[in-house]
């Protein structure tokens, strides 16, 4: 029994009583007055009184009777507020809901249903929700729908439905049964989200994986096909290089200069060559595994002035001053001697490369924590702000234009990059566009086991 039925009761009981009483009363003065003689004025008092007081009952029982009318005349007010709450949550709810009977005929369907399923709410109600599946889903539904009694619950059921004016869409079902007091299913509440979006995404995620695992396979027959090629190319022009040498040493005093000129001309653009094929060999190297880096213990500053005796004449050539300062007279670390060359001859060269006046100057000093400082500046052209991050990305050149007149690959300073970074060191870049460039390179003056990979 509800709440409000048996406060109906309750009052209505009350109710009875005081009638009953006041009932009472009034026989028993009827039966006064009829039995007692009209000349014994004090039974009549009496029964005057007996009216009086049942009156007064009567008039106390009106009163209560009015108080338990307001009283539940609020209830009822209360309560249908709380069903018209209810009602609203139900309404414009964000999400489909619908009630159906036991055999999913629609009974209630809020506004986001009847927009998701394109019908207006009076045809919808009674329509049975199978007539929105497809028809190779809906035997599949039905099998659902008969064992929901006893699975109670199916959650984000995938379907697609379609819509009565023909679009179909994705959608999640969650389905309840709803019970009565003895727990038979009487019905079934059902909530309905259309995921087309999320599934589209889904589905985006799914072929750009696909794509990327394609990509990554492409980028590795790439690298491989680099390597390969690198290789192939690298050993025909060792030995003609060498053969070349040989020449050059027989030649040299040739009594037609001009053939001794020639064979320097085919032996340095050989050998230019074969530090581009390189410089491809270890890019692909370094995609493919990682440097491997073969540590030694030398005087670093031995390094830097052997380096630098070896890249003057590219600075003479082209009349710019190379200054090497190194802050200790010697500096012992223990590194990949020939990979250190590298990034020297990288900066260095670059340098040389992209200035046409004024001084390439190389500094080396020693940090605290066990690190050094390499510092390679130039007057040379400069980077723009914007394009300073980019230049360490491979093949990236600042101006493509500029570049074939400077030539290179573009991957010099990746290759610099990566093996600082296996060095576990730091490259940072600073220029002003026309001023000129500083590269600074630290690194621990001992490369840890951990960073010979
Ligand atoms: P590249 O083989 O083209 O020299 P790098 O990776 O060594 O390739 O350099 C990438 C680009 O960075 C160069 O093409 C150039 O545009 C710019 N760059 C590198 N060093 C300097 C520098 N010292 N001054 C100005 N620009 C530089």
Redesign the pocket.
């Known amino acids: 029994m509800t709440g409000e039925n048996r406060l109906q009761t309750q009052n209505g009981g009350a109710f009875t009583h005081y009638m009953e009483t006041v009932h009472q009363r009034t026989e028993t003065l009827y039966q006064s007055a009829k039995d007692v003689p009209w000349e014994q004025p004090q039974l009549i008092l009496d029964s005057l009184e007996e009216l009086r007081l049942a009156l007064e009952e009567l008039h106390v029982a009106e009163e209560e009777l009015h108080l338990q009318n307001e009283q539940l005349i609020s209830t009822q007010e209360a309560l249908e507020a709380e069903q018209r709450r209810y009602k609203d949550l139900f309404e414009f709810a964000p999400d489909a809901y619908l009630i159906t009977d036991i055999y999913g005929a629609i009974q209630e369907a809020n506004t986001a249903a009847v927009s998701l399923l394109y019908l207006k709410q009076p045809l919808l109600i009674g329509k049975p929700l199978v007539i929105f599946l497809p028809e190779e889903q809906r035997a599949s539904f039905r099998t659902v729908l008969n064992h929901l009694p006893t699975i109670h619950r199916v959650q984000e059921w995938e379907l697609t439905l379609c819509k009565r004016n023909g679009a179909t869409f994705e959608a999640a079902l969650t389905v309840e049964t709803i019970r009565n007091n003895i727990g038979s299913v009487t019905g079934l509440r059902w909530l309905m989200r259309d995921i087309t979006l999320r599934k589209q995404g889904e589905m985006q995620l799914r072929e750009a994986r696909v794509q990327n695992l394609r990509l990554i396979e492409a980028d590795r027959l790439k690298n491989q096909f680099l390597a390969t090629i690198s290789h192939e190319l690298r050993t025909p022009l060792s030995a003609m290089l060498g053969f070349a040498h040989l020449l050059l040493r027989r030649l040299s005093n040739h009594p037609d200069a001009e053939v001794a000129h020639m064979l320097e001309r085919i032996y340095c653009n050989g050998k230019h060559l074969l530090s581009l094929i390189e410089e491809m060999l270890d890019f692909s190297r370094l995609k493919a595994k990682g440097l491997e880096l073969h540590p030694e213990t030398f005087d670093l500053v031995d390094l830097v002035m052997i380096t630098v005796e070896e890249l003057r004449p590219l600075a003479v050539q082209k009349s710019l001053a190379l200054d090497l300062k190194t802050h200790p007279l010697t500096l012992t670390v223990k590194n990949d001697r020939l990979r250190l060359r590298q990034i020297i001859v990288?900066l260095v060269s670059?340098?040389i490369?992209?200035t046409d006046k004024g001084s390439i100057v190389l500094e080396l000093w020693e940090l605290p924590e066990g690190r050094v400082a390499l510092l390679v500046r130039?007057t040379?052209?400069?980077?723009a702000p914007e394009e300073q991050d980019q230049?360490f990305q491979e093949f990236?050149?600042?101006?493509q234009t500029?570049?074939r007149q400077?030539g290179?690959?573009?991957?010099?300073?990746?290759i610099v990059r990566a093996l600082v970074q296996t060095m576990e060191g730091t490259i940072s870049v600073s220029?002003r566009l026309g001023e000129g460039?500083t590269?600074r390179v630290e690194l621990p003056r001992q490369i840890c086991s951990s960073a010979q990979k």
């Open positions: 990288n670059n340098a490369k992209f130039d040379g052209i400069g980077i230049i990236w050149q600042v101006n500029n570049n400077h290179g690959t573009g991957l010099g300073l990746a220029s460039t590269f």
